[in-house]
């Protein structure tokens, strides 16, 4: 289905032309087995993406680095003198070497594109009647979604009901200003697509009211797509740290390139053959220069985000992993975030009593009395038109399925249908009796919402809203025998003393009235309907706390992170919940009323004195943002409706909720929770810093480890010794010490105590100047034992030349490998660590080991990589010096330790 039939634009159609060229009931829906059938002619409701690279681009392109067409330049230029070995071995490290790094971003590519499959889109539809939420890729010409304010619109769709429906289409027109939609069809085939004021289209926002539309298009025939299908999108977003990274590898090269042109020269003005000499340096230059750095950082960023997945957070952008880090603030939500987002009306206010609901849950099982215990056929008639008005304003559906009941809706309004249904008041059954005529749908700033119907006595507008706010918009209440009696000041002031109880208790409390309208009104304007209301009640619900909540609110502040609450809720109850939950802790609490009366720079002020804030808007998240980011604080900011996506998108981290969260607010977000739980987002805190610290492991490791190799040629150099490694020994330890065991720390376990320090400022350098110096003094401290080693065996233990390099070549690689587990911690001891914590790392020494044991044992590598055969002393020795630099670590952490002990 195009944008236009043979019979003319869908926008012209009327609702009966609409039904026979899309063969759909405009009521019911499609059949389950008619969408089935026309997604298999139509395919799914996607757009083209640019193809992911195959296995075998991703194999070539190790061969992009400049570093291995100097290893293949060296090989050629070894196999023309006819050093075939040299040459063969050469070729065999590169092709291994492109096998490694094939295979790690081969497997970056597989869990990047898993993540991109759970960031999956979803709509609501009716099918068979129903209402459902079905991925938006399963969507067909013919299907009816249903939209509303923070939604994106899933597909090209002709609306057949709309209520104060405006969208922004800036992103497929290019015109910024919101367009107000309409269900009319329109008369003028030749409307451009910015003036189909009853068509919504792929890929533009939902920003206020609600709608029905049946679906025409899906794919690459809406609009969106036809673009799509001439422009593909493909590239990759490097996160500051891999740029940082990326630069620091340049700063290498030339420094490596230095280091070596010096032994280059020294080794020819003492006498070494040429070609010899020629590749030994390109060895070492690839040996200095830390090319596996990109795929080691790609490969832990993918991999820890791929394991945060499992603990409810879904990065949408890699440089969350980073900033996730050095978060120092958490500005989150209450309902659902610290709450389990289950609400359950406990208490009701009618004709002047109060009244208690008993039961939990969503299953209507429970009963209303008083709170006196007393209940009469008066109080049975008040509570039943404050439920009655509960139910008609009410966009939420309960529903039973294999004996569990579910809401399928806003949960506040799903929490007034249980309590009505416990008053044996059910949805269906009252809306049958007095059909819609139209909607005002809730707005933030209003915090009201009405619905109009038409019923048995005239037409009825039923409005429910804060208690505060709808009283200002009542003249009259309904007592509790049924009479309808001016409001007057001493009965709102009984009024607002009861919301006041109510939210002391922390209860969130919503007030219900009703009007009668004259005739039923043609526009549906807030102005004209919401005034001269009668009062009916209050209807006070609670949201248990998450038991994990006090828990990671209390792990936050071990860290160092201030969890700030901003809630639309009632003062009173916001600061009964932050009590409970330990975030007060003494500090200040503000309404949004307040809020508006301090300037920007007061704000900015007091901002470290206040951790709750309630009433609050979409503006004052902002401000709240931005005051926080003025006093150098790294924020991270929850989200869930289209109004809170500025602050989302503002934030340093901006976190959008998986569940209750709209399209708008998830693409303004840097994390999406899957949950809705605010323990998960404290977890993702923390496995930000742990990804963050295991990529500095890995760093950490290769750098210090190619300062060593480096060192070890250099210093030979300058003593006026034979070299101490041939080239293709040196490419050989580059091959197995630098891949495994890196990769192992990438996964190493995050330090238990890493959530009982301090953030990491966000312009501290990934490399200081101590973990520099500490780096540089482990690289010279493996050179000087592997000098030692050789001059020992070179003119002491055997006094020959080939068994001296073969035992510095095994001791280089045995104290790489046991300097792995250095780098686990600087501030840990292993033996507190625990040897088996790291198995992967434990496996990458083991299979390092096992294949240097066997290039020496086996004949037909000995040739090869030009080794002696080992005694038991040369073994003894290479494996006693090699175990020297994770000794000497062991002893310096526990002498510092020990310092600290005596100096806290």
Aim: neutral net charge; charged residues 20%.
């Amino acid at each position: 289905m195009t944008t236009q039939t043979m019979s003319g634009p869908w926008h012209t159609f009327s609702r009966e032309t609409l039904a026979q060229e899309l063969r759909a009931d405009l009521e019911a829906g499609l059949s389950e087995n008619e969408a089935g059938t026309r997604i298999t002619v139509r395919g799914p409701n996607e757009l083209p993406e640019a193809p992911p690279a195959s296995p075998l681009t991703l194999f070539f392109a190790q061969f992009h680095s400049l570093i291995v067409w100097v290893l293949i330049g060296a090989a050629i230029v070894s196999g023309a003198l006819q050093e075939w070995l040299d040459s063969a071995a050469i070729l065999a490290i590169v092709v291994l070497n492109a096998v490694l790094g094939f295979v790690q971003e081969y497997k970056a590519e597989r869990s990047l594109a898993a993540l991109k499959k759970l960031s999956v889109a979803t709509a609501r539809v009716i099918r068979e009647g129903t209402v459902r939420a079905i991925p938006a890729r399963e969507l067909v010409p013919g299907d009816l979604v249903l939209v509303e304010a923070g939604d994106r619109v899933p597909a090209d769709a002709r609306l057949i009901y709309a209520t104060v429906l405006r969208t922004q289409e800036a992103a497929l027109t290019g015109e910024s200003t919101p367009v107000d939609k309409t269900a009319a069809a329109l008369s003028d085939a030749t409307l451009s697509l910015g003036d189909r004021r009853n068509m919504l289209f792929l890929g533009t926002d939902v920003i206020a009211g609600k709608g029905r539309a049946v679906v025409v298009s899906t794919g690459l025939h809406t609009e969106l797509g036809r673009i799509a299908a001439m422009v593909e999108k493909a590239g990759g977003e490097a996160t500051p740290l891999q740029r940082r990274l990326e630069q620091l590898g340049h700063a290498l090269l030339y420094l490596s390139l230095g280091i070596v042109t010096v032994v280059f020269l020294l080794g020819l003005l003492r006498g070494e053959p040429l070609v010899g000499m020629f590749l030994t340096a390109v060895s070492l230059a690839v040996a200095a220069i830390p090319e596996g750095l990109p795929a080691i950082v790609t490969m832990t960023l993918a991999l820890g985000v791929t394991r945060m997945v499992q603990r409810h957070a879904l990065i949408r952008r890699l440089p969350a992993v980073e900033t996730l880090g050095s978060t120092t603030v958490i500005c989150t939500d209450k309902t659902g975030t610290l709450t389990k987002n289950e609400m359950t009306v406990t208490r009701l206010y009618a004709g002047g009593r109060t009244f208690e609901v008993t039961g939990e849950g969503y299953a209507p099982a429970g009963e209303t009395r008083g709170a006196d215990g007393q209940w009469s056929m008066a109080d049975s008639q008040a509570v039943g038109e404050l439920l009655t008005a509960a139910v008609l304003c009410n966009g939420a559906s309960l529903r039973e399925a294999e004996g569990r009941w579910s809401i399928l809706g806003d949960p506040t309004e799903g929490a007034l249908l249980v309590a009505a249904a416990k008053h044996g008041l059910f949805k269906d059954q009252l809306e049958a009796e007095r059909p819609v005529l139209g909607e005002i749908p809730f707005d933030p700033e209003r915090k009201m919402m009405t619905v109009v119907r038409r019923t048995s006595v005239g037409t009825l507008a039923y409005v429910k809203g804060a208690p505060d706010v709808l009283l200002e918009h009542c003249a009259k209440i309904m007592t509790a025998d049924g009479r309808v009696e001016p409001l007057s000041e001493s009965a709102k002031q009984h009024i607002l003393a009861a919301n006041s109880a109510f939210a002391q208790d922390a209860l969130r409390v919503l007030g219900l009235a009703k009007r009668s309208c004259e005739k039923e009104p043609d526009v549906y304007r807030a102005a004209d309907i919401e005034r001269d209301l009668i009062f009916l009640g209050l209807a006070a619900m609670k949201d248990p706390l998450r038991p994990e909540a006090l828990a990671a609110v209390r792990t936050c502040r071990e860290a160092g992170i201030r969890t700030v609450m901003i809630t639309g809720d009632h003062k009173e109850t916001a600061i009964a919940i932050a009590r409970e939950l330990g975030i007060l802790n003494g500090h200040e609490a503000l309404a949004g009323t307040e809020l508006d009366r301090m300037t920007d720079a007061e704000l900015a002020e007091r901002i470290e004195q206040i951790a709750v804030y309630a009433r609050t808007s979409a503006e004052h998240k902002l401000r709240i943002v931005r005051a926080w980011k003025d006093r150098g604080a790294v924020v991270a900011m929850t989200g869930d409706g289209v109004n809170d996506a500025p602050a989302v998108k503002e934030a340093d981290i901006g976190v959008a909720m998986g569940l209750t969260g709209t399209d708008v607010t998830k693409e303004a977000s840097d994390m999406v929770v899957t949950d809705d739980n605010f323990a998960s987002i404290a977890a993702a805190v923390e496995a930000g810093r742990g990804i963050y610290n295991n990529i500095r492991k890995s760093v950490h490791y290769l750098l210090s480890c190619n300062i060593g190799e480096v060192l070890v040629m250099l210093l030979a150099t300058l003593l006026g010794l034979p070299l101490p490694l041939l080239p293709v020994q040196i490419l050989w330890i580059n091959l197995i010490t630098d891949g495994l065991p890196a990769l192992a720390l990438a996964v190493d376990p995050a330090d238990p105590e890493i959530m009982k320090r301090p953030p990491r400022h966000p312009s501290a350098k990934f490399l200081d100047r101590d973990r520099i110096i500490l780096m540089s003094a482990q690289g010279l401290f493996m050179a000087l034992i592997t000098i030692a080693a050789f001059a020992y065996c070179l003119y002491g233990m055997d006094q020959d030349l080939e068994r001296a390099r073969t035992v510095t070549f095994t001791v280089l690689v045995m104290a790489q490998l046991f300097h792995a587990f250095n780098c686990r911690s600087d501030r840990r001891s292993l033996f507190r660590i625990g040897w088996g914590t790291n198995k992967p790392l434990l496996w990458a020494v083991a299979c390092s080991t096992v294949l240097q044991v066997a290039i020496l044992l086996s004949p037909w590598t000995r040739g090869v990589f030009k080794v002696a055969p080992f005694n038991p002393e040369h073994w003894l020795l290479a494996l006693g010096v090699g175990l020297l630099p994770l000794m000497a670590m062991e002893v310096w952490k526990l002498a510092r330790l020990k310092r600290r002990s005596l100096h806290p």
